[in-house]
Structures are given as structure tokens and as C-alpha cells.
């Protein structure tokens, strides 16, 4: 890789961390440079330790890296927990009147020169300024980025900001550090997501109408991105009581006719279940974002996991079909929660989309723009073409086992939905025929719902060796297969998004039973590889599993390969 | 006009003879003819009880949810489609045991819809055990010492959440719960109608007769049901005289009057536009 630079901002809850990491952020996407974010954080608003850490390349990256080049220390504590991080040549920018007597340190008054601006609250201007005048930014490219960034606000707010920037660039513009990154303002502009984001636009691609939510991290941001177009789309958005109501209102306006969706993470989708059931057993179409954290019960609140896989699957009681999706990217996430509120329509069955911490908190930089449905097609049965309103029946039987839905209060035929086991007309039956009919009828659909499962993204899947990984972690197994392969192993991965009903038969032709398989998840029992044993029979010879509720960094996989050859 | 017959449904009703469950009926069917709406135009919502099977013996569009969860449902149908004429048949334990919460919020959003609980104080589908609005002291096998919890008074409740529509009426008086539902649904927000509904097989203390001995109409006795004051006086009367008809009534903007998307036509009836979401996407 040509430029990677990896820039660590560390200070406590509330001095503005993840605004610092933004507006860096901000200025390499005016520079037409890639950029990939994590955001790590304790579970408070003020005080403890947080940090914001950003790469830049002039290459597409979708992993942290694990050495820092630059450490903006906002406090002492920073500069304590993440030295040893620093590269040999990286430089230490803290928040300090005096020089100190670390090599390699910059010493910068955030605090006093914010103050000279005008406003103690424009330290994180200055920071940014000291920042990129180390990295050899033109300033320029910051005054544009906070012009824009502050375009809603007071000219004294602009100004200020400005000139605190200013501060903070001049006062170590003569010391540049070493790297050479190729600014430029005439580039054209890598467009910049959160994970969170991009599943909030792809549920405006799916035509998502109607969301509720009861807020929980790391879901909640979603919910917010949501929140936000309200006054654009044709939506609503409603902060429920608990995650029971979120989900049952889900169904109630799913079964009014509009698509919807919920997010939580897992302890409140423990609370969904029962309604996924009623989702399942009344054919109300539903989509359930389930951003993991480490569990049982509160866990760790603002950390990641990929340890929901078996909860989401088994959810509720008895059987009923459903799909279950863990998108790896941005642009993944877009399109599966588009196609979440798609299947669950055609199909009439709950959809949960997997997704965590780390891909909901980290910023991506994307390659091109999401690509917008020109159309959407929709599910629903007309009541104009319902030639005997009286004899419609909600769960006539068919062989698909999809029954045409019309929707109540539309026209004449009557529509009826009941939890209790029912009769093809909607009305509850305890007779031994009707229960037969309508638990066969359901599960026909994962005939049909099998055909929509793609099969795993492959990168050199003829090698001997072969991690599986799922989920949010595709960018950094990925980055080190691709470090392993330059070292001369015989490795690939397969990554998986198409999760349940499970693509058994993607996985033929692959030989699988004849290669090395290694999985890596972050979780403790390899929750994927028991999976893949249960429903294909072929078993996984050996895991590298992160459960410390931290990112996967793709130098952990690479050493744990290199200690296992 | 609608007839009373074009409600009748095929389903078999499953509740015992003599019960409250059936004036309830009765007076759902009246009151749904008396206000000239056609079957196809009403959706009932439920939960799980006795009470919850209402919507199968009406012929009219229906939602059987879950326990306690009815009012969530209805409230996601209300947003999607805010032209839905909704009733939710809940029973007390439904209602205010499992989805207390859901009960209490329903309120505060003033979502516009009726909400029929068929209180008879005793759990009917599980057989007899005691329901959050039982009285102090009545013996169940569940309860064998006595009820000793203080029940729950829905109406001082909803009136203290600020419930715009707040009325009781009794299955022994079905002509007037007949006018009581007809008030609640042409009532502009959430409208609770507490039912008194005495329980043939399990609740032995609150019969017919006892409250045939003991209920008067408020309106007889020339209660203003814009006073929040008395409203809030005569929830509290229980015992030897319990008021019926309309405590109070109050119309302020509902839920669905408040998003702005709901303001041009009901989330239902929009047409996607690509236009917007490309104009989101074009400004990362």
C-alpha cells in the first residue's frame, strides 16, 4: 500500500474526539483520499477514555490498522494507554502549554488558543488545524470542510471556528511529519459513510415508511439517521415504549400495507422474539436490525460482537421461516436492508439483518455512490383485482405458500390476521387439518425464500487454506488474506451475508470438504462454524475467535496464521 | 345502512353461556350500524384473552396479536394508514396487567382510536386466577390468602395520563354501552371504555346482581364531563354506588395530526420517488 497513515484521537467522553476524527475525515474526502474510522468509547457521556482512530490511503481500506503514525492526545491519559502503538517515526500531538519530555512530541494549548479564537468550544478546530498542518494539509481544504460544516450557523460560529483552525495550523507549520500524502483540492471527492447510515438509506431504498425503536446501543444511530429524514420522506418515525411495542407496532403498520423495520441490539431483540412469531405465524412482512454488542443481558454496551448468529435464527418459539442477513460492507448494508424490506414483503416473513458495533460506529469511505431504485416493486394484492370479495381468503393455500395479502380497510373483501393457529379465512382453528395446512403451507416458502440466497463472497477459494468469516468483518479478513497471499501462503476466505435459510447449495461446488477451514468470528464458541457442521455436515478444523468486545484487526488474523504454519 | 346481520361472523363463539362477553357483542354491533359504517370500513385489534376473540365473531377486517401487545399494533396500523377506523378489544389482564405499559403510552400519544376493555376483575382463559382490577381480598385457588394487591383503577389512571375520552359502561346496560362506544369512536383521540362485565364462571363476587344493585349513570345525576376536577372524584367512587357513562371528555390534537408526512395523505397511500433519496445520497 503506497499511503497508509493511521491517525489516533484519544481524550475523554465529551472533549469533542469523534468531531476532531470527522473533520479530518472531512478533509481527506475533499482530497479524493479513502478513509476508514472506528469509533471506540466507554459506556458514558463525560470523563473515561475514548478514542477516535482514522486511516487514510490513496487505496479503497475497510480494516483498522493496528500502528498509529499520529496520536492527538486531548489528554495525558492518551498519551499513556497508546505510545506503544506509535510507529517508530510517529508523532505525538498533545494538549499542553509546555514542551514535554516524550521523543517525538508536539506540544499544542488546544484549550489556549481556542480561547485566543474567541470560544473554549473551538479547541476541536484547533486540534484538527495542528493536525493537518503535521500531515502537510493545505489549509484551505480545512477552511472549506468547516465553511461547510458549520454553512447552518451564525458568521461569529464560522468565524471563530476558522480562526481557531488557523491557531492551531500555524503553530506547527513548521514541523511536518513525515508522511507524503498527495492532497489536492481538485480531486474528485470520496463520498463518506457511518455503517449506521448506510442501513438507514437502505431502508429508504426499500421504501421503509414507518420505524419504530426503543433506543439501545449501537442501534440506535440508525434509528437517529432515520429520524432525520422525516421531513423529506414519507415517513414516521416513533420512539416506542419498549422494544416489545417497536416490534408489534412493525407489524401492525407492516399489516396496514407500508414497509417497516426496527433496530435494536440484543438484549432488546430478546424482548422482539415473541413478536418475530407473531411476524412468522400471521405473515405480516418485518424487518428486525439486530446491531450485536457483547451479551449476556447488558454485556458490554458500547462494544462489538458477532455473537447473536444462533439467537436470531432460533428466535421464538416452534418454527417459522425467516431470513437472516449480516452485510460486510457499506455497500452491502444498503442493498440487504433494501432487500430485507423487499423479501419480507414477497415472502411475508420476518427479515434480521445482523449487523454490530464496529460496523455501525466506523466511517467508510465509498468507491462510488449507492445506486437508487428506480422502482419499487411491491407485493400486495389490489382489492380491484379481487373478483369475490367475500370469498377472499388471507391464508388461502398455495403451492408457494405465499397467500396473496391485500391490505384491511382497502376494499370490500375483509382481511383477517390471527396469532392463534387459524384456517385458511384468518378465523383460529384447534383442528388437526387446519394446523397440518397452515405449518406446511408456511414452510413451503423457504423453497422460494432459498432461491433468493446468494452464495458467499469468494476470494481465492481454490487455495488449501480458507477462513470463513460473516458479517462486519469482511474488510479486515480480507486485508489479511491479502497480506498472507503476498507472504506466499495458499489462502483464501469465504465471506458470508446470505445467512438463513442457509445456502447450502452455494457451498457444492466448493470442495469444502477437501480444504483446510478456519473460522474467524467474534464470538467464543464459533457460533458460524457449528452452524455450517449442522447443516451441511462439514466441520471446521480450527477458529480464531475475538470476543474481548474490541475490533478485528487484520494483523491479529495474519499473526494467528503465521504462529499456526 | 348497514344492517345488524352484516356483521354476524361464521366462527363459533367460544365463550361461556351467560357470559358479559356477549352484550359486549351486542352493543359493538349496534353501535358500528347506529354510525353507518360498512364491515370492510372498521378494523378490530386484540391481544389474548376472552376478550381478545371479539374480532372473530364481528365480520370486520382484524388483527389477534399477541398478549398485551394489541395497542402497539394498532398504533402502527393507526401511523401507517391514519384513516383506519380502529377498535382493540382488550381484556383487564391484557390490557393493564401485560400491556400496562403499552396502555399508558397509547394515552399519552392520543392516538385516535377506541379502546373496549372487557373488565370482569378475574382471568377467564387460565381459569380464575385474580386480574390487576380484582378486589382486595377475593379468594382465588391462585390467591389463596386473598388478593392483596390494590387493584387498578383505569379510569383515575387514563385521567391522570391526560386520556381525552374516559367513560365505563356495564354489559348488563348494553343500549348504553351501545351510545358509550358510539361517543368513544366518534370522540376525535384515544377513547377508553372500561367495561364492567360480570364473569359467570369465575368471578363470583361481581355478579349481575350485584352490580345491577349498585350502578348509576352519570348523566342522571348531572355530572359535567368537561370538569376534570369531578371526573377525577367519581373514579375514585367503588363499593356501594359505581358511576357509568362518560367521566370526562376533552378533544386535543391526536398522534397522526402531529407528523408532517401524515399532514398530505396516509403513509399508505404515497408513491415511492426515487427523487429524494437521490438528492440524500448525492449530498455524502
Redesign the interface.
Known sequence: MSLDITIKIGGEAGQGIQTVGQLLAMVCRESGLYVFGINDFESRIRGGHSFFQLRISDRHIRAPHHVVNLLLAMDDNTVTLHQHQLFPSGIILCNKKKPVDIPRTLAVSFDELAAQAGNPITANAVAAGAALALLGAPFELLEKVLLRQFADKKQTVRDENIRAAHLGYAAVDAQRCTADIPWSSTSSPK???EGSQAIA?GA??G?C??A?FYPMSPATGIMMHLAA????????V?Q???E???????????????R?LTATSGGGFCLMT??VG?AGI?ETPAVFINAQRPGPATGLATRTAQADLHMVIRAGQDDAPRFVFAPGSPEEAYETTARALMLAEKYQVPVIVLVDQFFNDSLYS?EK??I?????ERYILDHTAITN?LGYQRYQITESGISPRA??????????????EHRE????SESSQDRIAMVDKRARKTIGMLSEIGPPEHYHADADILLLGWGSTRGVIREAVERLRADGYNIGCLHFCDLWPFPTHALESLNLTKKRLIAIEQNSTAQFAQLLRQQTGIAVHDSFLKYDGRPLYPQEIYDAMKARS | MPDLRDYD???EIKWCPGCGNFSILAAVKKALCSLNLA?????L?SGIGQAA?T??YL????????H??A???????????H???IIVHCGDGDCYGEGG??F??AIRRNIDLTLLVHNNKVYGLTKGQASPTSDLHMITRAQPFGVMLEPFNPLAVALALGCGFVARGYAGKPDHLSLLIQKGMQHKGFSLIDILQPCVSFNHVNTYAWYNERVYKLEQEGHNASDFAAAFARAQQWGDRIPIGVFYQKEKPTLTDM????QERP??D?A?D?A???????S?
Open positions: 463520498p463518506i459513510i438509506y429508504l431504498a421504501d415508511r414507518f419504530a429524514c422525516q421531513k423529506e420522506f414519507p415517513l414516521v416513533e416506542a415504549e419498549d416489545i411495542a417497536a416490534a408489534n407496532m412493525i407489524i401492525g403498520a407492516a399489516f396496514a400495507g407500508v417497516s415473541e413478536a407473531l400471521t465509498l455512490p449507492f437508487v431504485p428506480q422502482k419499487i370479495p391490505l384491511p380497510c382497502k376494499g370490500k373483501a375483509l382481511v383477517k390476521c390471527s396469532g392463534n379465512n384468518g378465523h383460529t | 361472523s361464521s366462527a364491515p370492510h370500513q372498521v378494523l385489534v376473540k374480532p372473530h365480520s370486520c377486517n382484524l388483527f389477534h396479536g399477541l398485551g401487545r395497542l402497539p399494533i394498532a398504533t402502527g396500523a393507526k401511523l401507517a394508514n384513516q383506519l377506523t405499559n403499552h399508558f403510552n407528523f408532517p408526512a401524515l403513509l399508505v404515497y415511492y426515487p429524494r433519496l437521490h438528492t440524500l445520497i448525492s455524502l
